[in-house]
């Protein structure tokens, strides 16, 4: 891990685990008239370093939630409206709260794989974040049920159609899972900008005024809808914002550690973990309870 072809591994693995090799795929709606190629290429670059931080310093699995740093170069920097970012290599900086931002589940990068490039979707990111972050995968969705569209026209908001779409029983239950952590980061657009309401079309279709945005002097968009992130858990637990989100899951650090070991040894192995392997899996996290659940750690487990 010393040696420089260990960035190989964080490449590989980062790429494979958090969906990077699909960043791009998608190119966003001309609404988003403050992309660029400069922010699309320091996007991945924020993610890898931050990991690479995280095994080098043997830091804990729950800064992939929640930290009070990140890696930005000046693009990022102000695409998130931190300060005193000038240069175009990438540098620690630290991340205060109203930035919004801290671990990798607010970066750019991940925000941008999660969402189709005109919408984002609570679906679809909650799945993401069961999936590669809790480690509790939804159930797939019955073969007879279509899938949710949004309405790229503004006229309704996704909560909207998510409130009927629950009404069908065959959708209920899994949507009870899967929505919340989706709504919790609804507050991030397709480019991992913060937001505080929809955007609207260019024609001024589902806007309601021209605004200017916040890190962007001198770029307008059309407001529409507020956006609304809070949410309740399946099992009761209500939050109002990402904040809230980040501090329920920090409850379990035990489970985000049990995911990120269940990752590693997925890659390491090249084949899904049978019920046998729970034992190897459990046997890692009770070596590794005492120091906080650290990433070197756990991959000096699965080693």
């Given at each position: 891990?010393?040696?420089r072809?260990?960035?190989?591994?964080t490449?590989?693995?980062?790429?494979?685990?958090?969906?990077?090799?699909k960043?791009?795929?998608?190119?966003p709606?001309?609404?988003?008239?403050?992309?660029?190629?400069q922010?699309l290429?320091s996007?991945?670059?924020?993610?890898?370093?931050?990991?690479?931080e995280?095994?080098?310093?043997?830091?804990?699995?729950?800064?992939?939630?929640?930290?009070?740093?990140?890696?930005l170069?000046?693009r990022l920097?102000?695409?998130?409206?931190?300060?005193?970012?000038?240069?175009?290599?990438?540098?620690?900086?630290?991340i205060?709260?109203?930035?919004?931002?801290?671990?990798?589940?607010?970066?750019?990068?991940?925000?941008?794989?999660?969402?189709?490039?005109?919408?984002t979707?609570?679906v679809?990111?909650g799945?993401?974040?069961?999936?590669?972050?809790?480690?509790?995968?939804?159930?797939?969705?019955p073969?007879?049920i279509?899938?949710?569209?949004?309405?790229?026209r503004?006229?309704?908001?996704?909560?909207?159609?998510?409130e009927?779409?629950?009404?069908?029983?065959?959708c209920?239950?899994?949507?009870?899972?899967?929505?919340?952590?989706?709504?919790?980061?609804?507050?991030?657009?397709?480019?991992?900008?913060?937001?505080?309401?929809?955007?609207?079309?260019?024609?001024?279709?589902?806007?309601?005024?021209?605004?200017?945005?916040?890190?962007?002097?001198?770029?307008?968009?059309?407001?529409?809808?507020?956006?609304?992130?809070?949410?309740?858990?399946?099992?009761?637990?209500?939050?109002?914002?990402?904040?809230?989100?980040?501090?329920?899951?920090l409850?379990?650090?035990?489970?985000?550690?049990?995911?990120?070991t269940?990752?590693?040894?997925?890659?390491?192995?090249?084949?899904?973990?049978?019920f046998?392997?729970?034992?190897?899996?459990?046997s890692?996290?009770?070596?590794t309870?005492?120091?906080?659940f650290?990433?070197r750690?756990?991959?000096?487990?699965?080693?």
């Amino acid at each position: 891990l010393l040696d420089r072809k260990a960035s190989r591994f964080t490449e590989n693995f980062v790429g494979q685990w958090l969906d990077l090799r699909k960043l791009h795929m998608t190119k966003p709606d001309l609404r988003y008239v403050e992309f660029d190629d400069q922010l699309l290429w320091s996007m991945p670059r924020e993610t890898m370093a931050y990991f690479d931080e995280m095994l080098r310093h043997d830091r804990s699995v729950s800064e992939l939630v929640s930290s009070d740093w990140t890696y930005l170069d000046a693009r990022l920097a102000k695409h998130y409206g931190v300060s005193g970012v000038d240069s175009w290599e990438l540098r620690r900086s630290p991340i205060l709260p109203e930035h919004r931002r801290g671990g990798v589940i607010t970066h750019a990068s991940v925000l941008k794989v999660t969402a189709n490039g005109t919408t984002t979707s609570p679906v679809l990111r909650g799945k993401w974040l069961l999936e590669k972050i809790i480690g509790k995968p939804p159930s797939p969705p019955p073969p007879d049920i279509p899938a949710l569209e949004p309405d790229i026209r503004g006229a309704t908001t996704i909560r909207q159609q998510l409130e009927k779409h629950r009404q069908l029983p065959a959708c209920a239950s899994c949507h009870l899972q899967i929505d919340p952590p989706g709504f919790a980061l609804e507050n991030y657009d397709v480019i991992g900008g913060w937001r505080d309401w929809y955007r609207g079309s260019q024609d001024g279709h589902g806007g309601k005024e021209q605004v200017e945005l916040v890190n962007y002097s001198g770029a307008r968009v059309w407001r529409g809808e507020d956006v609304k992130p809070e949410s309740v858990m399946h099992d009761g637990r209500a939050f109002k914002d990402i904040d809230q989100y980040r501090a329920i899951l920090l409850e379990d650090p035990e489970q985000l550690a049990r995911s990120v070991t269940t990752k590693l040894l997925v890659y390491a192995t090249g084949t899904d973990l049978q019920f046998a392997d729970r034992e190897v899996v459990e046997s890692i996290i009770a070596r590794t309870r005492g120091e906080g659940f650290c990433l070197r750690s756990i991959l000096h487990g699965v080693v």
